[in-house]
């Protein structure tokens, strides 16, 4: 088994190898745009940008491998990110104006936590202008998905005329999203909404069921390995958490199994919340420069000591979400009705079942992701300790 990880940073520069003299140019523009939203074509064409780059340096690997020998590689494109950027023909495949607009708009901030109006502010006071670069940042980032598409289709093409395709498992997903617009704000940062937790996962390989309808069933990244696992026939270590995945793709029916019916996510670094009264007290704002960063550096940092102090936990089955937070307790969505998750339903009397339901429910994930390891000694080691499958439910 041979494995390779080829990647590079937002801010471009970070492919190894030679870079020709198109490449080098590109990369230091990249960088001097401080992750600021370009209103323009990006300059160099499709060739010099990393998703291209990226599967070129793919190709050379999978080039350099005896057809016979097991890998693993992971592929892994910056894009779509701040800076906001993208060349032609990409550029104009989305105008802003034929994009629906926001559903949530920036009005929601008035009246929203500390967290958010931090957001705005530092987005504002770093990036001038912010607010109406959005429309062309949203226009950027989904010409960059269909950019990304392309090139996922070239190394897809590429496996599969290398007659590499039909014994490997793809899978395609990503870290996070991107408030996109909604909220008046783009990147992530403060809350957990299912713009930010929600992320594709797309799974193709032998005896998987090729629909391209969604499946209802509740995924997540911890459940890549596990399942990378199952095709490779080998035991899942102990102290992983999720869950193996291929038994239910290669169902023609959604899979009815409950590890799978419902979401489970977090977020802070702990701590007292902010206030606005103690960013005033501070020397420098928290997220914006302060005239030491490094080239390329972000003109404001979304994920700072504001945005991200506290915790939250969220739950999320059907079309109900709980969050509860440090800070302000427990909130309760209808996500049918109220998909940019503004009105609290948790102290109507009409949705105390569900209230109390998802509470009980996030007990038990959060029993279910409590680290197991390192295992006791002695007889314990012996005996071993029976894996938990992700989303396993305890007696409530």
């Known amino acids: 088994m041979t494995s390779t990880t080829i990647s590079s940073s937002a801010t471009g520069g970070q492919l190894t190898g030679p870079r ?66 993208v060349p032609e023909p990409y550029f104009d495949l989305f105008a802003p104006e034929v994009i629906p607009e926001p559903r949530v708009g920036a009005e929601f901030l008035d009246t929203a936590g500390f967290a958010w109006r931090h957001l705005r502010r530092i987005a504002e006071e770093g990036e001038p202008g912010h607010s109406a670069l959005i429309p062309r940042a949203r226009s950027n980032y989904l010409g960059m998905l269909r950019f990304i598409d ?30 996109f617009g909604e909220y008046g ?87 007292e919340r902010f206030t606005a009264a103690d960013v005033e007290q501070l020397a420098f704002v928290p997220g914006l420069p302060v005239g030491e960063e490094p080239p390329g550096a972000p003109c404001f940092d979304e994920l700072n000591a504001v945005t991200q102090a506290g915790r939250m936990r969220m739950v999320r089955r059907g079309r109900f979400k709980l969050v509860a937070d440090s800070d302000s307790g427990f909130v309760l969505y209808d996500l049918d009705a109220d998909p940019g998750e503004i009105a609290d339903l948790a102290a109507d009397p009409q949705y105390e079942r569900e209230l109390r339901e998802l509470l009980e429910l996030l007990a038990a994930w959060q029993l279910t992701v409590e680290d197991t390891l390192p295992l006791p000694a002695s007889g314990y080691v012996r005996a071993g300790v029976r894996r938990v499958p992700r989303g396993a439910r305890a007696g409530f």
């Open 20 to 85: 020709s003299g198109d490449e080098r140019a590109f990369d230091e523009w990249l960088t001097g745009l401080n992750h600021r939203t370009v209103a323009s074509p990006a300059p160099g064409g499709a060739e010099v940008q990393s998703p291209h780059r990226i599967v070129n340096a793919a190709i050379d690997w999978f080039g350099g491998l005896d057809p016979a020998t097991p890998f693993v590689a992971q592929v892994s494109f910056p894009e779509p990110h701040n800076p906001y950027q």
């Open 150 to 179: 392309d090139e996922i289709a070239r190394l897809i093409g590429h496996l599969d005329a290398s007659g590499r395709l039909d014994d490997t498992l793809v899978i395609i997903t990503s870290d996070h999203g991107d408030y």
């Open 185 to 271: 704000l783009m990147r992530k940062g403060a809350g957990v909404p299912d713009w930010l937790m929600r992320v594709p996962f797309v799974v193709r390989g032998r005896g998987v069921d090729p629909s391209i309808e969604p499946r209802d069933e509740c995924v997540s990244l911890a459940d890549i390995f596990p399942t990378a696992c199952e095709h490779l026939g080998i035991a899942v270590p102990e102290g992983v958490q999720g869950a193996p995945l291929l038994a239910s793709f290669r169902d023609q029916q959604p899979s009815i199994d409950a590890d799978l019916t419902s979401a489970y996510g977090e977020q802070g670094i702990g701590g």
